[in-house]
């Protein structure tokens, strides 16, 4: 059934977030639904300055797009997934998810990657992530870390503004919108955020026309993945403040996974990699976050909670 009326479809206004609205728009024209954008504003690109893992607060790139989704504002919100808290406001569910994009993280350098095979050398790396930082430093003891806020075109202009040596983006982001430098490396050994390349729909629950248009563009592969990885950081009590990493796979019949969480100086992590049947899959997030916490993961996220405690901006 087609919709009498434009689908208004909530987006943030960066490059970024536009580009992936528009995605959604195509594949709903594809299927017949004709949809408008609509610009909204979220905490996380009013305030430019806070490290994301000093705010500490769920959801700093999605509420205001869920606030317009309730009150009816908006019919459908596009977020990238690694933004979107694993529990979602009362009202709201999960609508769609879009094919997955590149995964990895990239390493942007000013000059060429050279530093990175001197033992001696004391890097500056910029990231404004916690899960990027602790990953890093636990490979790169001796490097100092920058705190990096902005869009992608800010980011990268800070990059070769300061004096720093690399920065470290999500290789969707540059990528998706022209914006990966040559000199820049995929970072094959860095395990991705939960749900990182992924794009998400929400929408309300009782919007029943705007959810069985949205069923139409979901990826189940993407969806089924996605959903493990976001089990496992629930699982670990996870958010933006806690270094947790997870990427599930669907090769052939078998999800392959893997994850870890890191204290927030690289000093202690606890990994896992498990492979399985993708029909005995819907509980591998949680099990592999059990498993974590048993191994360790318990004390570091005491540990976490503990310095959130003495920080200023907790």
């Known amino acids: 059934m087609i919709m009498s009326t434009p689908i208004r479809i909530g987006t943030r206004e960066s ?17 017949g639904h004709h949809s408008e954008l609509v610009y909204i504003k979220s905490e996380g690109d009013l305030d430019l300055t806070t490290p994301l893992y000093e705010l500490g ?3 700093i790139f999605t509420r205001n797009l869920d606030a317009a989704l ?44 050279s530093f990175l095979d001197d033992v001696n050398y004391i890097a ?12 890093w430093l636990h490979r790169y003891p001796k490097h100092k870390m ?5 869009n992608m075109q800010t980011r990268l202009e800070k990059l070769y503004r300061e004096n720093w040596d690399a920065a470290i983006f999500a290789q969707a982001g540059l ?54 990885e976001r089990s496992f950081l629930r699982g670990l009590l996870g958010g933006c403040s806690t270094p947790v990493s997870a990427y599930a796979r669907i090769i052939g019949n078998k999800v392959h996974f893997q994850g870890n969480i890191f204290s927030p100086d690289g000093t202690r992590n606890v990994e896992i990699e498990k492979t399985i049947l993708v029909t005995d899959s ?4 949680k099990k592999c976050a059990d498993e974590v916490l048993e191994r360790g993961g318990r004390e570091i996220n005491a540990m976490i909670r503990e310095q959130m405690k003495k920080s200023p901006t907790a």
Not at 18 to 31: G, S
Not at 76 to 96: E, F, R, Y
Not at 100 to 113: Q, S, T, Y
Not at 282 to 285: A, P, R, S, T
């Open 15 to 31: 490059r970024l977030a536009i580009w992936q609205a528009t995605q959604v728009q195509k594949q709903l024209l594809d299927i």
């Open 57 to 59: 607060v769920q959801g």
């Open 70 to 113: 309730l009150n009816n504002g908006i019919d459908i919100a596009v977020h990238s997934m690694k933004d979107v808290p694993t529990q979602l406001p009362a009202g709201l569910i999960q609508a769609a998810v879009l094919k997955r994009g590149p995964v990895r993280d990239l390493l942007v350098v000013k000059h060429n990657a």
């Open 124 to 135: 500056n790396v910029a990231t404004s992530s916690i899960r990027r930082r602790a990953q």
């Open 146 to 150: 920058h705190n990096l806020r902005g």
């Open 175 to 228: 990528e998706r919108i022209d914006l990966r430098p040559e000199n820049s490396l995929e970072l094959e050994w860095m395990l991705p955020a939960p749900a990182q390349g992924a794009i998400m729909v929400a929408a309300r629950e009782n919007d029943t026309a705007v959810l069985a248009a949205c069923q139409k563009i979901n990826d189940r592969e993407t969806a089924i993945c996605t959903y493990i």
């Open 282 to 285: 819907e509980d591998l997030g």
